[in-house]
């Protein structure tokens, strides 16, 4: 297991580019499994989680080209013909139950393994289910499987999303597109991502109405072609990276191939600690402040606080003069950073979906240990302002949703040495 060794404080000067999103990607090259001609994906990240994914939608016998240097994804769904996705690929990434909607969707029939747990606590699908059966799909669970049957043509119907679900959105309309008469979501999620697979979907063919807004309606259409899409900045590695450039008081960064209209309302929090933020077109550039000021935050679902963001924050909260609160509405126990930070000195207290923190007093380097994605880059952040030497563990994590993160960092200033 690889280990990064990080020696701080580090001021970051120069340019860093954004890659291209996970979390948009992924549902994009699931929706290509429902056309009837290959589709070519631009601008996706060299990730575990895609490498993982094209292994998924391969056992379908589906062809799937990762072309690395273009960071071009060729998918060819014509022998399609295995309807099923085994645990074993399934629990190593939870999004790819996504199969279960593009497979339901293309052929009536899908068999796709529950995902796993995972390292904060539970993550139901309860939504995608009920939806499907709503939308007139038969559902079964058989030993760790979803099994799923729908005739050629659903009723259709509509279901309301309670607590509104990035994931659920995603697979009930994989699974209507091509299926459902007329299907309504309510309270659909409306994350540039869903944004970005609809207006993908309807270039292919789908009939869509309601894109970017709470509400979904679906119409059946009888084929979809395969066509050539673009995926979109990760503006999840935009908002951490505003953070690493506002750390150190010396630091001046300017981020590029980005979409600043993707952040919600990041930003109006990020601008009130007093970063100094310059937006463009595909830029961002940030100058660091003085002190930064405490800034308390409560996640929501877009456009409000992301909670991918929330541990990252909390790294920059330790820094901040005075005393700051980090509550997590979405996902209550992501807080496993918590003890890991503490190690590096910081004053924080956890109660319930809340973090207090009291900032303002250095960090000291120590070993410290990666338990999931967004936890993992909390610690690599705080490394980097930490006093002296901080060794992150188990950063494959991170590779799960970070491309070349030291190298990037280093690039800028950054002093860390990935040890295998
Ligand atoms: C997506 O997960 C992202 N993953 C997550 O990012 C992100 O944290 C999350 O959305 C919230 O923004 C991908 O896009 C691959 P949800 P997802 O369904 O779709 C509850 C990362 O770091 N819920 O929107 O699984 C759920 O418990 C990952 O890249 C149900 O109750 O999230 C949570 O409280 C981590 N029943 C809330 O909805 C369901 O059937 C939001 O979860 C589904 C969800």
């Not at 996970?22 to 070519?40: E, G």
């Not at 894109?211 to 979109?232: A, E, P, Y």
């Not at 506002?246 to 990020?270: C, I, K, Q, R």
Request: one cysteine or more; aromatic letters at 6%; hydrophobic letters at 40%.
């Amino acid at each position: 297991m690889d280990k990064f060794i990080i020696e701080g404080p580090t001021p970051l000067q120069g340019t860093l580019p954004v890659s291209g999103s996970k979390n948009a990607a992924l549902p994009l090259m699931a929706a290509a499994l429902l056309a009837d001609s290959p589709t070519r994906i631009h601008h996706v990240p060299r990730l575990r989680d895609i490498y993982t994914f094209c292994n998924v939608i391969r056992v379908t016998g589906t062809h799937v080209l990762f072309d690395e240097d273009e960071g071009v994804v060729t998918i060819d769904p014509s022998n399609l013909a295995h309807v099923e996705s085994p645990y074993e690929l399934v629990r190593k990434m939870r999004a790819s139950f996504y199969m279960l909607g593009a497979l339901l969707g293309r052929t009536g029939r899908a068999r796709v393994s529950l995902p796993g747990g995972c390292a904060w606590g539970p993550r139901p699908v309860d939504l995608h289910l009920k939806g499907m059966e709503e939308m007139g799909a038969r559902i079964e669970l058989e030993s760790g499987y979803v099994v799923a049957e729908s005739g050629d043509l659903l009723e259709g119907g509509r279901f309301t999303l309670k607590p509104s679900s990035v994931g659920a959105t995603i697979n009930l309309v994989l699974a209507s597109v091509l299926r459902a008469k007329k299907f309504t979501i309510h309270n659909a999620a409306k994350e540039p991502d869903v944004v970005l697979l609809c207006k993908a979907l309807v270039k292919m063919g789908a009939d869509i109405e309601g894109i970017g807004s709470n509400t979904l309606t679906i119409r059946k259409v009888n084929s979809l072609s395969g066509t050539t899409l673009h995926n979109s900045p990760d503006r999840i590695e935009t908002g951490t990276f505003m953070i690493a450039a506002a750390m150190h008081p010396e630091s001046d960064v300017t981020l590029t191939n980005t979409s600043p209209e993707d952040l919600g309302v990041f930003p109006e929090y990020f601008e009130k600690t007093g970063a100094e933020v310059e937006f463009n077109e595909t830029s961002i550039r940030v100058k660091a402040p003085e002190t930064i000021r405490p800034m308390p935050v409560e996640t929501a679902i877009y456009p409000g606080f992301p909670t991918d963001l929330q541990a990252q924050w909390s790294t920059m909260m330790t820094q901040a003069k005075g005393r700051s609160a980090v509550t997590d509405n979405v996902y209550p126990d992501r807080f496993s950073y918590v003890p890991e930070l503490k190690r590096l000195g910081a004053s924080m207290q956890l109660s319930g979906n809340t973090v207090e923190i009291d900032g303002g007093n250095s960090l000291t380097g120590a070993s410290v240990m990666s338990t999931d994605l967004r936890a993992s880059v909390s610690l690599v952040l705080a490394g980097m302002i930490a006093k002296g030497q901080t060794e992150v563990l188990r950063v494959y994590h991170l590779d799960r949703g970070y491309e070349n993160l030291e190298k990037k960092l280093n690039r800028i200033g950054a002093d860390i040495l990935r040890v295998s």
